[in-house]
């Protein structure tokens, strides 16, 4: 069986990137989506186990010990990691992965899976990006200042990523992750595999010449 596709969707704070996933998981409920831990407090609404596994510092502290989690950023005074075993488990079923994680994870993982399809959103304008943080409305102001210049250092990571997605519109970013998604799979010629050797179990009696 094909291993399915990791695509890691990553991009400054506040570009998106939260909001792109669901709209896409909506939209593809064959896409698998990789829920991680965190040492951050719950929001207002958020589960345990659907938006992040919440661990205190000393779990998240032993899950890294224990070689439990793929990659791991400190975020803004917080952990915040992929466990690795779903991940791994997922895509030797065949299934497809997205992750949506920082960018200094992004690239940890991209070491470990080169192969990996790595997205950065970006935001129309850095206006618009300012706006969309502050607007989220979940942030102290020092939080927002703080995430801000995080999220403009953040930028300059572009370059290290297969596809870049302007998140101008929600519907539109979403179809254009959808377009990278199948041009990969076609790229990674998936249902040719088949074909060929269903191709190379052909008697070889005719071939063009004697038509
Ligand atoms: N490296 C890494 N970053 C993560 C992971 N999970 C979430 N993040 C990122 O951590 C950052 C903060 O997440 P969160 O506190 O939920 O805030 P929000 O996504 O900005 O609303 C975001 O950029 C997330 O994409 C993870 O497993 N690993
Ligand atoms: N295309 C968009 N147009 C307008 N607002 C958006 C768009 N995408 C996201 N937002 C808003 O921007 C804010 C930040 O989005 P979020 O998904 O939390 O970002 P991230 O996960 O990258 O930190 C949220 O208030 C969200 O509703």
Same mark, same amino acid.
């Given at each position: ?11 400054p704070s506040g570009v998106g990137k939260g909001t792109v996933c669901a709209? /896409?998981?909506? #939209?593809? %409920? ?10 951050r407090? %719950?929001r207002a609404g958020e #589960?345990?186990?659907?938006n ?6 000393? =779990?998240? =502290? ?14 803004v ?10 991940? !791994? =488990? ?8 997205? *992750?949506?994680?920082?960018? =200094? ?5 991209? !070491? ?11 935001p129309?304008? *850095?206006?618009e990006l300012k706006e969309r943080i502050t607007g989220r409305g979940t942030e102290s102001q020092?939080t927002i200042d703080h995430r801000l210049?995080v999220a ?5 990571? /572009? ?8 998140n101008?519109?929600i ?20 249902? /040719? ?19």
């Amino acid at each position: 069986m094909n291993r399915g596709l990791l695509i890691v969707l990553s991009g400054p704070s506040g570009v998106g990137k939260g909001t792109v996933c669901a709209a /896409l998981r909506r #939209k593809l %409920p064959d896409l698998t989506y990789s829920v991680s831990a965190t040492t951050r407090a %719950p929001r207002a609404g958020e #589960k345990d186990g659907v938006n992040y596994f919440f661990r205190t510092r000393e =779990q998240f =502290q032993d899950m890294i010990a224990n070689d439990a989690l793929l990659e791991y950023a400190e975020y803004v005074g917080n952990y915040y990691g992929t466990p690795r075993e779903f991940v !791994e =488990q997922t895509l030797s079923e065949g299934k497809d992965i997205i *992750l949506e994680i920082e960018v =200094q994870g992004a690239v940890k993982v991209r !070491e470990k899976f080169p192969e990996g399809i790595f997205v950065f959103l970006l935001p129309p304008s *850095l206006r618009e990006l300012k706006e969309r943080i502050t607007g989220r409305g979940t942030e102290s102001q020092a939080t927002i200042d703080h995430r801000l210049s995080v999220a403009v250092q953040e930028m300059n990571l /572009l370059e290290h990523y297969d596809y870049a997605v302007v998140n101008d519109e929600i519907d539109t970013a979403c179809h254009r992750v959808e377009a990278i998604l199948i041009a990969e799979h076609c790229k990674r010629e998936r249902f /040719l595999h088949e074909l060929f050797e269903e191709l190379d179990r052909l008697p070889l009696t005719e071939n063009v010449s004697e038509r």
